[in-house]
T-cell receptor
Framework: EAGVTQFPSHSVIEKGQTVTLRCDPI?????LYWYRRVMGKEIKFLLH????????ESGMPNNRFLAERTGGTYSTLKVQPAELEDSGVYFC??????????FGPGTRLTVL | GENVEQHPSTLSVQEGDSAVIKCTYS??????FPWYKQELGKRPQLIID?????GEKKDQRIAVTLNKTAKHFSLHITETQPEDSAVYFC?????????FGRGTSLIVHP
């Protein structure tokens, strides 16, 4: 089966700009998760979708981050306006039930 | 909330040696402990996991041990090979959201 895909793989933007990250989960996986890893630190949970509904968004840093999953398929994570501290690798993962999560390759975001 | 500490941050071994990565967790309710391997430029991949009703689990050259009383768990890799070089993440969860450690960069020298 095809794995989780993310687009773009890299994004370099200037402070104040907007960036939208996309995640396509494994087909049939209702659960979709967003994580972020800042260099050298742990992978931190951002939020969790079950189908199109936000199940848990306790990890979202602030209201500059907006995640959507219209139709319960792919998801987008928008950062507007981006700040320097938003730099990091954003991972998406999906799972069928509440079990093994399969990660995407990540999007490396650099805010200058 | 859960807090996971992982050590060491970097581990360098010679091919054929064993490698051990240790993690501690704080939430006694945690009952699922996955380990992920992330090779350079690739995605994190689950390599082994253990649940709290089991003390040890093995899969070929890798094994994980869990001490619930002490709240620590470890990853053991025997007969290391250069392709084992990667960043390894431990995690602990009591729900569906794992809390990750900071990762261990394992370097296996040929």
């Amino acid at each position: 089966e095809a794995g989780v895909t993310q687009f773009p793989s890299h994004s370099v933007i200037e402070k104040g700009q907007t960036v939208t990250l996309r995640c396509d989960p494994i087909s049939g996986h209702d659960n979709l998760y967003w994580y972020r890893r800042v260099m050298g630190k742990e992978i931190k949970f951002l939020l969790h979708f079950v189908k199109e509904s936000k199940q848990d968004e306790s990890g979202m840093p602030n209201n500059r981050f907006l995640a959507e999953r219209t139709g319960g398929t792919y998801s987008t994570l928008k950062v507007q306006p981006a700040e320097l501290e938003d730099s990091g690798v954003y991972f998406c993962a999906s799972s069928r039930q509440f079990d093994t999560q399969y990660f995407g390759p990540g999007t490396r975001l650099t805010v200058l | 909330g859960e807090n996971v500490e992982q050590h060491p941050s970097t581990l360098s071994v010679q091919e054929g040696d064993s490698a051990v990565i240790k993690c501690t967790y704080s939430d006694s309710a945690s009952n699922y402990f996955p380990w992920y391997k992330q090779e350079l430029g690739k995605r994190p991949q689950l390599i082994i996991d253990i649940r709290s009703n089991v003390g040890e689990k093995k899969d070929q050259r890798i094994a994980v041990t869990l001490n619930k009383t002490a709240k620590h768990f470890s990853l053991h890799i025997t007969e290391t090979q250069p392709e084992d070089s990667a960043v390894y993440f431990c995690a602990a969860s009591s729900s569906y959201i794992p809390t990750f450690g900071r990762g261990t960069s394992l370097i296996v020298h040929p």
